[in-house]
């Protein structure tokens, strides 16, 4: 049964979410375990938030970390909603002396999509799909007939001269307090610019928002065929424990 088993931590803006994973089925097989992002969020307070989500599960071997930024070889390029501190730490090498467990660092939408794309809403869909998780950022995970290209970051692509996800993010319309109405017009217009860009076959729409699709996903005029993902919020922290029962570590 172990052997079926994983462990994944999800860490956001705003919160820090860890479970045990089944890796045959991607459902939790534990207790979801949120404990808030510290603020300020640097390295040292993450990863003993890290231990904690570990060590209140009682898990002992290796977990992946979904995480929002850049990762290259475990090594952070970017920490766009978090404490700028993060920017060239070997977060891997952090968490692993944190957590004392084996570690795989994953984006954290790339994390999402490859959960998506393996059990969820993408599961045996070709061709071009783009996940997108709209929270605290907007993430993307772009895959080609199954396969990631990972870190595309398409939440900071200019837009109307902005980061997008600084307008079209979930968190701008709790920001701004506006309605699911006024907030839908500008995920259209971002993902009319995506389509414009990578033609794709699939949306696959994910992250805090997506738990209230039906109040804006039917108000979108697109091209391209869009779907909530399968599997809510989970898909994070599933995700990354795929990503280290595949490191092999
Ligand atoms: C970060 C991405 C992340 C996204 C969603 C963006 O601000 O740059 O790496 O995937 O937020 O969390």
């Given at each position: 049964m172990t052997d079926?088993?994983?462990?994944?931590?999800?860490?956001?803006?705003?919160?820090?979410?860890?479970?045990?994973?089944?890796l045959v089925t991607g459902e939790l097989a534990s207790e979801r375990i949120r404990i808030?992002?510290?603020?300020?969020?640097?390295p040292p307070a993450m990863a003993a938030v890290a231990a904690e989500l570990v060590r209140s599960h009682g898990w002992t071997a290796s977990i992946g970390v979904g995480f929002p930024g850049i990762v290259r070889h475990g090594v952070m390029h970017?920490?766009?909603?978090?404490?700028?501190?993060?920017?060239?730490?070997?977060a891997d090498t952090v968490f692993t002396a944190a957590c004392g467990v084996d570690v795989?660092?994953?984006?954290?939408?790339?994390?999402?999509?490859?959960?998506?794309?393996r059990w969820g809403a993408g599961r045996d869909v070709d061709g071009v799909v783009l996940v997108l998780t709209f929270g605290t950022g907007i993430g993307s995970g772009l895959f080609v007939d199954g396969t990631l290209v990972p870190n595309t970051e398409l939440g900071h692509l200019e837009l109307d001269g902005r980061?997008?996800?600084?307008?079209?993010?979930?968190?701008?319309?709790?920001r701004e307090g506006i309605s699911w109405k006024q907030w839908a017009p500008r995920v259209e217009r971002y993902l009319r610019?995506?389509?414009?860009?990578?033609?794709?076959?699939?949306?696959?729409?994910?992250?805090?928002?997506s738990k209230s699709a039906e109040k804006w996903l039917p108000r979108l005029a697109l091209e391209t065929p869009i779907v909530p993902a399968a599997m809510a919020n989970n898909a994070g922290i599933a995700g990354a424990a795929l990503v280290a029962r595949h490191a092999g570590i």
């Amino acid at each position: 049964m172990t052997d079926r088993l994983g462990f994944g931590v999800d860490i956001g803006g705003s919160g820090m979410k860890a479970a045990i994973v089944d890796l045959v089925t991607g459902e939790l097989a534990s207790e979801r375990i949120r404990i808030p992002t510290p603020k300020p969020a640097t390295p040292p307070a993450m990863a003993a938030v890290a231990a904690e989500l570990v060590r209140s599960h009682g898990w002992t071997a290796s977990i992946g970390v979904g995480f929002p930024g850049i990762v290259r070889h475990g090594v952070m390029h970017s920490a766009a909603n978090l404490d700028p501190s993060w920017v060239g730490v070997d977060a891997d090498t952090v968490f692993t002396a944190a957590c004392g467990v084996d570690v795989a660092m994953v984006n954290d939408a790339d994390a999402a999509g490859l959960a998506e794309m393996r059990w969820g809403a993408g599961r045996d869909v070709d061709g071009v799909v783009l996940v997108l998780t709209f929270g605290t950022g907007i993430g993307s995970g772009l895959f080609v007939d199954g396969t990631l290209v990972p870190n595309t970051e398409l939440g900071h692509l200019e837009l109307d001269g902005r980061d997008a996800e600084v307008h079209a993010a979930a968190s701008a319309r709790e920001r701004e307090g506006i309605s699911w109405k006024q907030w839908a017009p500008r995920v259209e217009r971002y993902l009319r610019h995506l389509e414009m860009l990578f033609s794709p076959d699939l949306f696959i729409v994910g992250g805090g928002a997506s738990k209230s699709a039906e109040k804006w996903l039917p108000r979108l005029a697109l091209e391209t065929p869009i779907v909530p993902a399968a599997m809510a919020n989970n898909a994070g922290i599933a995700g990354a424990a795929l990503v280290a029962r595949h490191a092999g570590i």
